[in-house]
Nanobody
């Protein structure tokens, strides 16, 4: 089992930045992919970014390319999401995810989910 805990959410003005962190514990040696999804009020959960164990494979949603950067520190069992040039439409609960084998944008493919951290971007 893998346990994920997100932090770093909050309220920020449009154009500002936030850095989300996700700490993994438990059977972390089994993790291959880590990533982030988000869910805005009244909308379905959507893919944001994902990264492979080595960091050599990165995927981003088109809506965040050029603004968000995902990274991970395997020694610390952490994954991060640096969010710059935030827009009101980025407002959502952000979830950290992990999986032993899958790297992609399908939320049903990820075995492990955190509880989420809320990001609110004011205009």
């Amino acid at each position: 089992q893998v346990h994920l805990v997100e932090s770093g959410g909050g309220l920020v003005q449009a154009g500002g930045s936030l850095r989300l962190s996700c700490a993994a514990s438990g059977r972390t040696f089994s993790i291959y992919a880590m990533g982030w999804f988000r869910q805005a009020p009244g909308k379905e959960r959507e893919f944001v970014a994902a990264i492979s164990w080595s960091g050599g494979r990165l995927y981003y949603a088109d809506s965040v390319k050029g603004r968000f950067t995902i990274s991970r520190d395997n020694a610390k069992n952490m994954v991060y999401l640096q969010m710059n040039s935030l827009k009101p439409e980025d407002t959502a609960v952000y979830y950290c995810v992990a999986d032993r084998t899958v790297l992609g944008s399908d939320p049903t493919a990820y075995d492990y989910w955190g509880q989420g951290t809320r990001v609110t971007v004011s205009s």
